[in-house]
């Protein structure tokens, strides 16, 4: 906004004019003052009006940029009016020195204007309601009475009773507009964003040492210091930290971790002036038993030993209060370690928790495998054990701010984080052992369906050859000669070891899966004492998952009959997301304990991938629930 500038540039006119002025009194025949004072006060408010010109520019549409500048320009205009009325008592007075003097008697509420503006505006410009236009529009009207009581009370022009009332009014008025622009401050932060809350920190932030320095000068003057020298700090933070913070506020609201900075201050602070109360209140008490000495040596130990905890337990106090946000995050971060610590959560839920604390749903905690090359992305925040980089988290919404709570938030999240990244490389090594395992019995599937066709396609067909050609030569003998009954027995051995050959063929693969698992099943079960209620749907898979299928249930159908001495058995089969479930229960006795035969079964379901679960109490049956992945 131009009119931003302009008023900047309004104010830095009047306040050079001003400064000239006080120059050339300070510097010419009047001798008003000293060239060191006028150089000093200049010194003390040109920052102020420097920080305005800062803020004009680089946020031209906040209006804390005119207002820092009024703020340094009210002071030097009074100053030059107070400096004008003084020539009233020199050898060269200046013209209307005597009216000026008796107006800059009581022009100093006039100082209070600048800063009154800037904290009733501050941080957006805006006022905290349309009530608070009467406490602006008071200001000054309270500044010009107090002027005209003090003014006019130096020249006695007004009766005395008349004159002490309104020296009450006008003091009560100024003390009133000046408590209520500074519980605006107040008023805001209790119903301010986050954004106004933290602006309002950087002011509190440099507030809380005005009054601090103010004591200091107090207690200074009453030492004997001078009065220029004893107060230089409290001008100091007034006239340039306070603007110096709100300047910061205005600009750059994230160049530090103003709640951590202001609960540290205010913590120590605190526990300073505990600790002070504590020592005086040891020697206070010593000092009726033991001599100083001992007095003085017993109460610092007693405040050493209670400095730690006390500062401790009002850091945290302080931070509740100050620093909400990061006592909220830092908390629950801490709540959800305490979980997987007692293992009420899993570890891979900190990204969610994360996102949570922090308020970022795009919030992303990228872990690094060991082995592998990891480049951290731009922006993201590198997740370190020790000196090693275990992954980086990636911030949905950036500042710096945020990146300073993110980084508190991984620091503290650092068990969880090491513990998922660990079982997921954990888990990737098993998947790679359960791959690895699948192929290696579709290797052996497949070599056993080579053998058998190698068996019934070879070695079968030959001997069967080789039996029908003795036959064919045993018919050209006459029975009853002794090589045709050499002929006949060596048939029949010919025989026999085609029938051992196809009993081998067979047992290395069912061929009853040749037709499919389903119609496999239905031929196993159609062999069973009991009854059996079998409910299979074509399915097309593996061979391998379907020889394990097939071996699983008729080893639990065998279990079931053998060791059970159950009178129905169920069998359910299906495919649900792309995993085989199989499903077979009995009405047995159940109490099945782990042995030769649940073993077999987990690990021929396991050589294809699956998972087996055994469901056996005593008196209440047998279920035994396979799920095997069959990935298209």
């Not at 408010?45 to 906040?62: N, T």
């Not at 009216?99 to 800063?115: E, M, Q, R, S, Y």
């Not at 003090?150 to 008025?173: H, I, Y």
């Not at 009954?485 to 290395?508: K, N, S």
Request: aromatic fraction near 6%.
């Amino acid at each position: 906004m131009r009119w931003g500038r302009v008023l900047v540039f309004a104010a830095t006119v009047v306040f050079v004019a001003a400064e000239v002025v006080r120059a050339f009194l300070a510097y010419g025949p009047a001798s008003v003052g000293t060239p060191a004072g006028w150089a000093i006060s200049t010194a003390l408010l040109l920052p102020c009006l420097l920080l305005g010109w800062l803020i004009a520019v680089r946020a031209p549409a906040s209006p804390i940029g005119p207002a820092l500048a009024l703020t340094a320009t009210t002071p030097a205009v009074v100053f030059t009016v107070e400096d004008w009325g003084t020539t009233y008592l020199t050898a060269h007075p200046w013209p209307g020195a005597r009216v000026v003097d008796a107006i800059g008697t009581g022009a100093w509420p006039w100082l209070f204007l600048g800063f009154v503006t800037l904290i009733l505006l501050f941080p957006d410009g805006l006022l905290p309601g349309r009530r608070w236009q009467v406490i602006w529009a008071a200001v000054p009207a309270a500044a010009a009475l107090v002027n005209f009581t003090v003014s006019t009370d130096g020249g006695n022009m007004l009766p005395r009773p008349f004159r002490v009332a309104l020296t009450v009014v006008a003091f009560t008025l100024l003390i009133a507009v000046l408590l209520a622009a500074a519980s605006s401050l107040v008023v805001r932060y209790r119903h301010g964003d986050q954004l106004t809350r933290l602006r309002l920190r950087w002011l509190l932030c440099a507030a809380v040492s005005v009054p601090g320095l103010l004591a200091a000068s107090w207690l200074a003057v009453a030492l004997g210091a001078p009065g220029a020298v004893a107060y230089t700090g409290f001008l100091v933070a007034m006239l340039v930290l306070v603007p110096a913070t709100i300047a910061v506020a205005i600009l750059k609201h994230d160049l530090l971790d103003i709640d951590q900075l202001l609960g540290t201050t205010l913590s120590w602070l605190i526990t300073a002036a505990t600790s002070a109360a504590i020592f005086a209140a040891g020697v206070l008490a010593a000092g009726n038993f033991f001599p100083d000495r001992v007095s003085v040596t017993t109460a610092a130990f007693v405040t050493a030993l209670a400095l730690l905890p006390l500062h401790q337990w009002v850091h945290r106090t302080v931070g509740r209060f100050v620093d909400p946000d990061r006592t909220v995050v830092l908390t629950r971060i801490r709540s959800f370690v305490r979980q997987v610590r007692d293992g009420e959560a899993e570890p891979e839920q900190v990204e969610n928790v994360l996102r949570d604390a922090l308020d970022d749903p795009l919030l992303r905690v990228l872990l690094r495998r060991p082995g592998d090359q990891f480049d951290i992305p731009p922006g993201a925040i590198p997740l370190r054990t020790g000196e090693s980089i275990v992954g980086a988290l990636i911030l949905g919404t950036t500042s710096a701010r945020r990146i300073r709570r993110a980084r508190e938030a991984a620091v503290e999240a650092r068990l969880p984080l090491e513990v998922s990244r660990l079982r997921l490389e954990l888990r990737e090594a098993l998947d790679e052992v359960r791959a690895s395992r699948f192929r290696l019995m579709e290797e052996v599937n497949a070599e056993r369906r080579r053998l058998e066709r190698d068996l019934h396609d070879g070695a079968q067909q030959q001997l069967i050859a080789i039996g029908m050609r003795l036959r064919s030569l045993q018919y050209q003998l006459e029975p009853g000669l002794p090589a045709y009954r050499e002929i006949d027995e060596a048939v029949e051995a010919v025989e026999g070891t085609v029938a051992e050959l196809r009993r081998i063929a067979h047992g290395v693969r069912p061929s009853r899966l040749d037709d499919g698992l389903a119609v496999a099943l239905r031929r196993l079960v159609a062999d069973s004492s009991v009854p059996v209620d079998l409910v299979v749907p074509e399915l097309e898979i593996g061979e391998g998952v379907a020889t394990a299928v097939y071996y699983t249930v008729g080893e639990a159908i065998a279990n079931a009959l053998k060791h059970a001495s159950a009178t129905r058995i169920s069998i359910e089969v299906g495919m649900v997301e792309q995993r085989l479930q199989v499903a077979v229960r009995d009405n047995g006795v159940g109490g099945a304990k782990e042995g030769f035969g649940l073993t077999s079964l987990r690990d021929r379901v396991a050589s294809v991938g699956g998972e087996i679960t055994v469901d056996s109490p005593p008196g209440a049956g047998t279920s035994i629930r396979v799920e095997i992945p069959c990935a298209s």
